[in-house]
């Protein structure tokens, strides 16, 4: 019979999810202050790590506090993308005539530059929460159709003949058969969504407001104080893992079948 095979204390914990992450960022680190040293970059080019930790130490209470709207408005344009995309994807994937007239200029929106046409969001609704929750949504929108729509398409035929065969309603057959198999796809869509919707509140941001991480960033450029827009870039990143983190806990808790979420075992014979 298969055995599981021993693990020590220092396998275990190099095996662990967040310690390899860690240690290539401490790699990613080294390397940094090693080139600034080695070929001498100056600081006003490419700020040392030390310099970067330094204000995150001292500044971070001001960077918490300007985190605040920029985590707001990406949760706000995430969560408007997932309301919206979900049920726009169904509509494009149980309909031919719906993605004849939808799916193309879907597409043909995601050409257009968000950084070009944020600009008249702030004129439309001034300086508030509202362009930027606008600009995540528009972001972060196209991968949740995107993935939703494969995920609907790729639902085996027989399964749902087999359903209806069963008398099934079409709303049963739909949450028996149809969304179970789409939810995977789905949670693809809403961490590359959440992640965009970051980028998205940036955009906002930059282009017209007196708070957040873009705001900390287009004065932080304007002043060359680049160590604290690198702990501003610091803090973004952040703010994106632990929202991805977010999403990928949610999707363990309602697809824990899935085969993605299966956990690897290892035996030995």
């Known amino acids: 019979m298969a055995e599981l095979k021993p693990q020590s204390a220092v396998s275990k914990m190099l095996n662990a999810a967040w310690i390899r992450p860690f240690l290539?960022?401490?790699?990613?680190?080294?390397?940094?202050?090693?080139?600034?040293?080695?070929?001498?970059?100056?600081?006003?080019?490419?700020?040392?790590?030390?310099?970067?930790?330094?204000?995150?130490?001292?500044?971070?209470?001001?960077?918490?506090?300007?985190?605040?709207?920029?985590?707001?408005?990406?949760?706000?344009?995430f969560a408007l993308s997932a309301l919206f995309g979900i049920p726009v994807a169904m509509l494009i994937a149980g309909s031919k005539t719906v993605e004849s007239y939808v799916y193309p200029l879907l597409v043909f929106s995601q050409s257009v530059p968000k950084i070009a046409i944020a600009p008249l969001f702030v004129v439309w609704f001034g300086f508030g929460i509202i362009p930027k929750v606008i600009s995540a949504f528009l972001l972060g929108f196209f991968p949740v159709v995107v993935s939703a729509v494969q995920g609907f398409k790729s639902v085996d035929p027989d399964m749902v003949d087999l359903a209806r065969a069963m008398q099934g309603?079409?709303?049963?057959?739909?949450?028996?058969?149809?969304?179970?198999?789409?939810?995977?796809?789905?949670?693809?869509?809403?961490?590359?969504?959440?992640?965009?919707?970051?980028?998205?509140?940036?955009?906002?941001?930059?282009?017209?407001?007196?708070?957040?991480?873009?705001?900390v960033m287009q004065r932080s450029i304007g002043t060359f104080d680049l160590?604290?827009?690198?702990?501003?870039?610091?803090?973004?990143?952040?703010?994106?893992?632990?929202?991805?983190?977010i999403v990928d806990r949610i999707e363990k808790l309602i697809i824990p079948w899935h085969v993605s979420q299966r956990e690897d075992v290892i035996f030995a014979s």
């Open 24 to 77: 290539f960022l401490v790699f990613i680190v080294v390397a940094w202050d090693l080139a600034i040293r080695l070929f001498k970059i100056p600081a006003y080019q490419i700020p040392s790590p030390g310099d970067v930790i330094a204000v995150l130490r001292t500044d971070w209470p001001e960077l918490l506090r300007q985190s605040w709207p920029t985590t707001y408005a990406t949760v706000c344009g």
């Open 169 to 215: 309603s079409r709303f049963q057959v739909f949450c028996a058969v149809n969304l179970p198999h789409a939810l995977p796809a789905i949670f693809s869509g809403l961490k590359v969504s959440v992640t965009l919707a970051v980028v998205g509140a940036v955009v906002g941001e930059f282009v017209g407001s007196n708070s957040g991480i873009g705001y």
């Open 227 to 245: 160590p604290t827009m690198f702990a501003a870039l610091v803090i973004l990143a952040l703010l994106g893992v632990v929202l991805f983190w």
